[in-house]
């Protein structure tokens, strides 16, 4: 009877673990110097995007067009500037790997940009625990940094 007793605290702490879901992308930003350009990493789960896409365009994953429209959801909900002025970029396509979505981007650098403003919006419509973590990488130094609800836009020196 004292091994039950045991045992099943243990099952429910398991379950409770099993229950909750972690809502978070992580977005790398590497300095390329050489090709002036920022090139970025955006890692999501996939079913997270799915349903972001199907609640704002009713579309599914087997649908034709659903690259445009993630392309869409992505220009909407991330944007950056440099020095204030909103500048595009370019998604150079997106692959599954690890079980994730990984989604690339290249941004042209300007050598006299002093400093890089992202604002980032990408699933806080899907979910209230979302988080978008974002590592920025120069040379040898690498700055870390969390976006939410609360926190939605960070400014990097460059």
Do not use: C, W
Not at 21 to 42: G, R
């Amino acid at each position: 009877m004292k091994r039950y007793l045991f045992i099943l605290p243990l099952i429910f702490l398991f379950q409770s673990f099993s229950l909750h879901k972690f809502y978070v992308s992580v977005m790398e930003i590497h300095v390329n110097k050489q090709n002036n350009k920022l090139e970025i990493i955006l890692r999501t789960f996939p079913d997270d995007i799915d349903r972001a896409l199907k609640d704002n365009f009713h579309i599914n994953p087997d649908n034709s067009k659903y690259n445009n429209y993630l392309q869409t959801y992505l220009k909407q909900n991330i944007r950056f500037a440099f020095d204030d002025k909103e500048i595009g970029y370019k998604i150079l396509g997106t692959t599954k790997e690890d079980g994730f979505l990984v989604i690339l981007i290249e941004i042209s650098l300007n050598k006299t940009t002093k400093k890089l403003q992202i604002y980032d919006t990408f699933l806080l419509d899907e979910y209230d625990e979302q988080k978008n973590i974002i590592h920025f990488l120069k040379d040898n130094d690498k700055k870390s940094y969390i976006l939410n609800k609360q926190n939605q836009q960070i400014e990097i020196p460059i």
